[in-house]
C-alpha cells in the first residue's frame, strides 16, 4: 500500500514563495514518477510539475516555469516543490502523486493510482 502525505500549504501574499513536501511510503521510491498537481474551486484538477524515475527529469506546466522547482530526496522518501513568485492563480489545493515510471503518461492524472490528501495554498493580492 502506498501512502503520501502532503505539508506546507498556506496563506501568503503574492510574491511570497513556500515549499511544499510529500513524504511517500510503502514504495520503491526512487523507481516511480513523482507529480505535483494541483484543484482551484471549480476547476480541473491539473499537472503542475513531475520528476521521473531514476534519471530524475523534471518536467513543468507552462505557468508555473521559471518560478517553482520540483526536487526528491530518495533518503527521505520525499519530494519538494519549492513555489517562488507566487500569484493570486496558484491559489489551489496541492496534491502529490506517484505511478511507476513505465505507466501511462506524467501529465495524465488518471495515470496515477496513488494520491495524497492535498495541502492547501493561498494566495492574496
Known amino acids: 500500500q502506498v501512502q503520501l502525505v502532503e505539508s506546507g500549504g498556506g496563506l501568503v501574499q503574492a510574491g511570497d514563495s513556500l515549499r511544499l513536501s510529500c513524504v511517500a511510503s510503502?514504495?520503491?521510491?526512487?523507481?516511480?514518477?513523482m507529480g505535483w498537481f494541483r484543484q482551484a474551486p471549480g476547476k480541473e484538477r491539473e499537472f503542475v510539475a513531475v520528476?521521473?524515475?531514476?534519471?530524475?527529469?523534471?518536467d513543468y506546466t507552462d505557468s508555473v516555469k521559471g518560478r517553482f522547482t520540483i526536487s526528491r530526496d530518495n533518503a527521505k522518501n520525499t519530494l519538494y516543490l519549492q513555489m517562488n513568485s507566487l500569484k493570486p492563480e496558484d491559489t489551489a489545493v496541492y496534491y502529490c502523486?506517484?505511478?511507476?515510471?513505465?505507466?501511462?503518461?506524467?501529465?495524465?492524472?488518471?495515470?496515477?493510482?496513488?494520491w495524497g490528501q492535498g495541502t492547501q495554498v493561498t494566495v492574496s493580492s
Open positions: 502523486a506517484t505511478k511507476r515510471f513505465t505507466f501511462g503518461h506524467w501529465i495524465r492524472r488518471e495515470d496515477y493510482p496513488y
Open positions: 520528476i521521473r524515475g531514476t534519471a530524475g527529469i523534471t
Open positions: 510503502g514504495q520503491i521510491f526512487s523507481a516511480y514518477d
